[in-house]
């Protein structure tokens, strides 16, 4: 279908107003003879005189004054439509945010996404999906924001980092009181060599049950075998299997320090050259101008960026 030239309505509302040619190239800020020929396209467009000469004016035919009402209320929704939205109240949104991410970043960065969102958005509510074998594109329909170390991003997927982390070995401790505040930082304690880091089992995050990773093969190198006692698909349950086990729970370092700081454990440096992981924060390009989806977005980049330890969140787990 063929549209008409939709730079024609200004002037035709400014036509219908004004009830002359005159009036219509003043208010449109161009010469009469300029508005006389758009007049005489918008007659050949619309199939009607339009304004007519009555005495030493013009009139608007009984075809203009039904669409002059029309004219104003189409030319008001485009202008609407064109402008920057206005300034959204946060306290007056009422919205689910779907999040897909690990129990790892949930517990580093959950409570204090929550306590943002009820002092500055109380009608946000988050939904968090835990991982499974995700496809980016779930975020053009069904999830707001992917958290983690991110596969092949689309092209209309943004993306940014937020953070980096490493992996420490989480121990249970028999210096120390449970309960011990979040804040507090992991137990000191000597420096494991490798021979330390050994001689314990580990346990083991992998969403698929794959026992090595890069640990293992930086153990190879110096000619070290590690006992992988167990897998499990979360970092909570290889913390609580720690907890009762004489085992090291492989976890990242913001999770280990909030289980240290919760569970009768201790946190110890893994004595191995391990690369950092990332992690990251994806959404489709349809939210980028989206106030309250820019709200939760900032949000979680402050609280990155806030912790001195680097977020927990990576989805390749030790795997």
Known sequence: MLLPDMNLLPALDALLREGSVTGAATVMN????????????????????????????????PRARELRPQAAAALGQALAALRPPPPVDLADVRRDFVIRTNDGAAVVFGAALLA???REAPGVRLRILPEGDEDP?????????????????????????????????????????????????????????????????????????????????????????RRVLATVPTYGAACFLALDTDAYAIVPSGFAERAAGAMRLAVREIPLPLPPVSFDMAWHVRHDADPAHRWLRDTLAALAGDRPEPLAGERRAAE
């Open 30 to 61: 161009v010469s009469p003879s300029a508005m006389s020929r758009t007049l005489a396209r918008l007659r050949r467009v619309v199939g009607d005189p339009l304004l007519v000469s009555s005495g030493r004016g013009m009139t608007l035919t």
């Open 116 to 118: 943002r969102a009820a």
């Open 137 to 225: 594109a779930d975020l053009r329909d069904r999830v707001d924001l992917d958290l983690g170390a991110l596969p092949e991003i689309p092209p209309d997927v943004r993306t940014t980092r937020l953070a980096e982390h490493r992996y420490m070995a989480a121990v249970r401790s028999t210096d120390r009181s449970p309960g011990r505040s979040p804040d507090a930082g992991p137990v000191p304690a000597a420096p494991l060599t490798p021979a330390d880091f050994v001689a314990l089992p580990h346990v083991t995050v992998s969403r698929h049950g794959r026992a090595r990773s890069v640990i293992d093969e930086r153990l190879a190198e110096l000619g070290l075998e």
